[in-house]
């Protein structure tokens, strides 16, 4: 699913999981200041259409290509198509690069199945390893990678220390990166998005008013994050003048558990 507009542009974002929830927030903010974008989707090909779309009418190039980041043996092939996207695009390589792609958990330790654990670490650190790995001779020297990460990392809620454990050795890990890749010039942070109004989790925080109350009621500024509030600081973070930052958690979560 690809669509071309003539209007060049400067940079190029690819956005994993960006047909819904934070990363079509991510892909709309990134395009309003003039980024072109390429996102992943795994199941909904039509919400991933309309992400295009949105990018479009916006004056921006976009792409969908599908991945399931779950499946490590497809992250070659899929450079290669990233490689072919770019070179429709007349650039050899891109700029940006969000690890965005995630499932939930809410499982007890004591109860949490071993595939259920191979699944979250599959999707949430070994992804981020070796697609990071697969798409970096693509990746622009003096780029950026914004890995995402979550709130259940610093503050522990029970049922969520599976996922939670997963999302803390992304953050180990993005240092890692960040020392790494500077020799190129790479920016690698970490974002951890508080409790968000989306459909992840089933909805729960948008959906459940119980839920939603006690998020409020432990985070300072009084209500569950919105889908907005994580693009704008993912677009904040990685604007190109922006790029004194690297091997950094950043919290995007209105100040939960303070």
């Known amino acids: 699913m690809t669509a071309s507009n003539p209007t060049p542009s400067n940079r190029i974002a690819l956005i994993t999981g960006g047909s819904r929830g934070l990363g079509r927030s991510m892909a709309l903010h990134l395009a309003r200041t003039g980024v072109d974008i390429v996102i992943t989707w795994q199941n909904n090909k039509a919400a991933a259409r309309a992400v295009v779309a949105e990018v479009e009418a916006l004056g921006r190039r976009a792409a969908a290509l599908r991945l399931d980041v779950a499946d490590s043996a497809a992250f070659k092939p899929f450079a290669g198509q990233v490689a072919e996207l770019l070179r429709g695009w007349q650039r050899e390589r891109f700029d940006i690069l969000v690890n965005n792609a995630g499932t939930s958990l809410h499982v007890p330790l004591m109860e ?3 595939a259920q654990f191979d699944a979250i670490v599959a999707v949430h650190f070994k992804a981020v390893v070796f697609l990071t790995q697969a798409l970096a001779p693509l990746l622009d020297d ?3 990678i914004l890995n995402i990460s979550s709130g259940l990392a610093r503050v ?3 049922g969520s220390g599976v996922y939670g454990a997963a999302k803390g050795a992304v953050e ?3 240092r890692y990166q960040a020392r790494e890749l500077a020799a190129r010039g790479i920016r690698v942070n970490v974002l951890a998005p508080g409790a968000v109004q989306t459909d992840f989790s089933g909805g729960m925080v948008r959906d459940n008013p119980e839920v939603n109350r006690m998020v ?3 985070t ?9 509030d994580i693009g704008a600081a993912a677009a904040a973070l990685l604007a190109e003048d922006n790029g004194w930052v690297t091997g950094q958690r950043i919290e995007v979560s209105g100040g939960m558990v303070l």
């Open 156 to 158: 522990s809620l029970p």
């Open 142 to 144: 003096g780029g950026r």
């Open 216 to 218: 409020s009621s432990m």
């Open 220 to 228: 300072a500024l009084g209500r569950p994050g919105l889908p907005d």
């Open 112 to 114: 949490v199945t071993e």
């Open 172 to 174: 180990v890990l993005t």
